[in-house]
């Protein structure tokens, strides 16, 4: 039996360096609509460690993540 997964040493090197209180997301997609994916994950911010994605992806991708960095949280109407 093969793994095709997400490397596990990577995913515990991961979590070792990142802060208390700080979360990392590990995405395996074998099949995608880009701007789908985008859309769905946008708003959560974050940095991209490592992607198998070409050039152009991989920056769009960089780009919506840092967006979401840039922008301010919306809060909610007070009540």
Same mark, same amino acid.
């Given at each position: 039996m093969a793994d095709f997964?997400?490397?596990?040493?990577?995913?515990k090197e991961v979590s070792g360096k990142i802060d208390a209180g700080s979360a990392a997301l590990f995405l395996l997609i074998k099949n995608m609509t880009a701007d789908k994916v985008l859309r769905e994950i946008q708003d959560a911010g974050g940095v991209v460690l %490592?992607?198998?994605l070409d050039d152009s992806?991989?920056?769009k991708l960089r780009d919506a993540l840092a %967006? !979401? !960095?840039a922008s301010p949280p919306e809060m909610p109407p007070a009540t």
């Open positions: 997964g997400i490397n596990d040493a990577f995913m %490592k992607t198998s992806k991989e920056q %967006k !979401a !960095a």
